[in-house]
């Protein structure tokens, strides 16, 4: 896979730096400007997979870049940064036209987990998901460990997929129902559990963990 | 320390007193006088039935006064009468013989003693044919000290009734008048931490205005301040958040680096404990200043399904749980209320925080929201050491920790607090089921 392309637009030179170590650790391409004039002209130029835009720059702001960049019609994912916490800044950034929104200072993991699920928004599903010895290939709807297929109804299938995809995230129940099932099907809370459960018992030596989130859902984790 | 109501009394009700007094000395005067003209009247008519009974005979001056006149005269059923004529010479013509008393040179009735009694004695000189005659009458007091005690006796009653109503009422006026002041006291008493709204000028009288509206500038004054203060405050916080974020990634890059190098990794932990506990306190910092109930906008109200505003935070906890293996659990029924979704999202994460903060490893914490009633309630319960009863009250107050060990920034339930009294909400703590651990419950009254 192609490494992502990010555009880091941020002034304090600490956190830039910080911020450009972490996600090239994390396979990006991290290109780092100070300003807002230069991250519209970046912007102009060349495509990048995802902006990570600090609201409080010098010259023009966070949400001057956005709104120019939609202004020319972009579909760039765009994730505001800010030190301020009003919901006026929130909600404006939102109305602007940025996709996601986060306040400093934040979890490292947070941040690129976010980054992560907005390329994945924009780009086309990628052929195989895998975590642990587990791997799902998408285009045969098959999921192997080291290999071996694993034999999995329809629904089981779609229920590995969604948490594989969002591996190390707290997903409730209802949200695994809604993705699971786009064409309003109704499906108790306890179908979920019963296709985990049934889940757990086919990927138990996949080096991956199913864990519960008492009364809540599920989060796909790494052993 | 001056008194309104003491002055006010003293200036009444003293010379109040005072006029009460001398209008009742004067009422005595005005009945006593006439009686004691009427009294004396009766003795100048006595003289005078006597003076018309002398006669000159045989040369001498004599009278003529048959028993039954005499007795007549005498009649009383209370005073005594004495009398007695005297010609030339002492000569007694009639009366008491032993009557004592000299004539004095007085025009009208005076009073004397006679036989240890007080009496009102008149003398006339009376002229029978060529011989002076004095005629003297004297009649004991006792009727008269009567009267005078019944006038007296009336007079105190009355105005005794009279003193006290006039105290009753001015005390009644005063009060009643100083009223204003003590609504004023209470409201402003009754008020909460930290509200500085202007006193309303419609709801106190003229002679208050000044006052009032001298004081609501101060409030303005003090207003102004506290929300310089909250400026500055949340300024600062907002400075510091980014060279923070630059710190901790720094760090964790670091870290990440030094994975192998145990002395490394032990030291960079600690660094990065440190720079979360100021992350942690710079936050909590600008979350006291949102909290401040007077920052509180009623306009920001929405209806909010309290189980969304639960949801985004379960990542982030369970991540906080799991780091102390604690069990994290959630029973979230949707259920409406009207609040600020972004002051209920530092309430939940500061009630949450704090049951997972003070719940030892391998504890357990269950986060529920339900309707209760016609409102909502958001109980939090753990299995941590508990608060005992005297003590439940304190955690609310800022900075308040019950113990060192702990990491906590001590405004935590005091930002909860905050938040839920902005939304008419009560925080309680109760004992956790099976007495191990505590719930704290956050009731929000009727949407």
């Known amino acids: ?223 | 320390m001056t008194s309104i109501r003491l002055r006010l009394l003293k200036w009444l009700i003293g010379p109040i007193l005072l006029i009460n007094l001398a209008g009742a000395s004067l009422t005595y005067m005005l009945a006593w006088i006439p009686a004691q003209l009427a009294f004396d009247q009766g003795l100048a008519d006595a003289v005078g039935a006597l003076a018309s009974r002398l006669h000159v005979g045989s040369g001498a001056a004599s009278i003529d006064l048959p028993a039954e006149a005499e007795a007549m005269l005498r009649a009383n059923d209370i005073d005594a009468l004495y009398f007695v004529v005297r010609g030339s010479g002492a000569r007694v013509l009639a009366g008491d013989r032993d009557f004592p008393v000299q004539a004095r040179n007085e025009p009208g009735a005076y009073e004397s003693t006679m036989l240890g009694e007080p009496v009102r004695v008149l003398f006339r000189t009376s002229r029978a044919g060529d011989e002076k005659v004095q005629i003297g009458v004297a009649k004991t007091m006792r009727k008269r000290l009567q009267v005078r005690s019944a006038i007296v006796r009336a007079l105190v009653l009355l105005e005794t009734v009279f003193t006290l109503a006039l105290v009753g009422l001015i005390w009644f006026s005063v009060t009643t008048g100083l009223l204003p002041l003590a609504h004023m006291r209470s409201n402003l008493k009754n008020r909460e931490m930290g509200d500085l709204a202007p006193i309303d000028t419609e709801s106190v009288p003229v002679e208050l205005t000044p006052v009032v509206a001298a004081f609501n500038e101060l409030l303005d004054k003090v207003q102004a301040g506290a929300t310089a203060q909250r400026d500055f405050l949340a300024d600062v916080a907002h400075q510091l958040r980014t060279p923070l974020a630059g710190f901790k990634l720094q760090l964790e890059w670091l870290g990440a680096r030094h994975a192998g190098d145990p002395e490394s990794v032990h030291s960079l932990s600690l660094m990065l404990l440190s720079n979360e506990r100021m992350i942690r306190q710079i936050n909590q910092l600008l979350a006291l200043a949102r909290a401040e109930p007077s920052h509180f906008e009623k306009t920001r109200l929405e209806m909010l399904d309290l189980a969304r505003l639960v949801e985004p935070v379960v990542q982030y906890f369970v991540e906080e749980a799991g780091k102390k293996h604690i069990d994290i659990g959630f029973d979230l029924q949707p259920v409406m209320l009207a609040g600020d979704s972004f002051l209920l999202r530092d309430l939940i994460d500061n009630v949450i925080d704090n049951a997972v903060r003070y719940t030892p490893e391998h504890g357990t914490v269950t986060v529920r929201c339900r309707p209760d009633g016609a409102g909502a309630v958001l109980e939090i319960e753990d299995s941590g050491p508990g608060i005992a009863p005297h003590q439940r009250e304190l955690v609310f107050q800022r900075f308040a920790r019950l113990d060192d060990k702990s990491s906590g920034t001590g405004l935590g339930l005091a930002i909860v607090r905050d938040i839920a009294l902005a939304h008419g909400a009560t925080v309680s703590i109760a004992d956790g089921p099976g007495r191990a651990g505590m719930t704290l419950a956050v009731r929000f009254g009727r949407v």
């Open chain 1, 1 to 223: 896979m192609a490494r992502m392309h990010v555009l880091l637009v941020e002034d304090d030179a600490v956190l830039a730096d910080g911020l450009s170590r972490i996600l090239q650790s994390h396979a990006m391409m991290v290109e780092v400007v100070g300003n807002g004039t230069q991250a519209d002209q970046v912007l102009q130029r060349s495509e990048v997979a995802v902006v990570v835009l600090d609201i409080g720059l010098p010259g023009i702001d966070g949400f001057e870049v956005v709104r120019r960049l939609r202004a020319r019609a972009s579909g760039v994912p765009v994730l505001l940064l800010t030190a301020r916490d009003a919901i006026e800044d929130r909600v404006r950034g939102l109305e602007l036209g940025a996709d996601d929104y986060l306040v400093k200072p934040f979890a490292t993991a947070e941040l690129v987990a976010r980054i992560k699920a907005l390329v994945r928004r924009n780009a086309p599903k990628p052929d195989a998901l895998s975590l642990g010895r587990l791997t799902l290939d998408t285009c045969t709807r098959r999921a192997h460990i080291e290999g071996r297929t694993i034999e999995l109804s329809v629904r089981e299938w779609a229920v590995l997929e969604y948490l594989l995809q969002h591996g190390g995230r707290v997903l409730s129940k209802q949200q695994i129902i809604d993705a699971i099932l786009p064409w309003g099907d109704e499906l108790t809370l306890n179908a979920v559990e019963v296709y985990v459960s049934r889940l757990r018992l086919k990927i138990a030596d996949a080096g991956v963990t199913i864990r519960t989130i008492r009364g809540f859902g599920y989060m796909l984790e790494q052993q």
